[in-house]
Nanobody, 121 residues
Framework: QVHLVESGGGLVEAGGSLGLSCAAS????????MGWYRQVPGKQRELVAR???????DYGDSVKGRVTISVNNVRKTGYLQMNGLRPEDTAVYYC???????????????WGQGTQVTVSS
């Protein structure tokens, strides 16, 4: 059984910084990509940042220049550093991983439980 466990959410003032982490646990053969998405009520889930195993990175347009993603493939843990936070960054942040469990031939799409990030004005 594969799990993604997120940590690091919370309350921060506008202009502040916050770091999120996501640890993939279980019998994992290969981590293909890891990233974060966020969602507010009534809106679609949107990309924050995503990094592939090859090192290719995509950032959401609304966060470019303010967030940095990194992934440790050995530890199967991803990190998201967010700076210059704004009230509009308030959302539930979900970790996502594309990974192949041991014994499986195909990668699967896995999600964490979500962590709340609240930015006060």
């Amino acid at each position: 059984q594969v799990h993604l466990v997120e940590s690091g959410g919370g309350l921060v003032e506008a202009g502040g910084s916050l770091g999120l982490s996501c640890a993939a646990s279980g019998r994992i053969w290969r981590l293909g990509a890891m990233g974060w998405y966020r969602q507010v009520p009534g809106k679609q889930r949107e990309l924050v940042a995503r990094m592939t195993r090859d090192g290719n990175i995509d950032y959401g347009d609304s966060v470019k220049g303010r967030v940095t993603i990194s992934v440790n493939n050995v530890r199967k843990t991803g990190y998201l550093q967010m700076n210059g936070l704004r009230p509009e960054d308030t959302a539930v942040y979900y970790c996502n991983a594309i990974l192949t469990p041991l014994g499986s031939e195909n990668p699967g799409d896995y999600w964490g439980q979500g962590t709340q990030v609240t930015v006060s004005s």
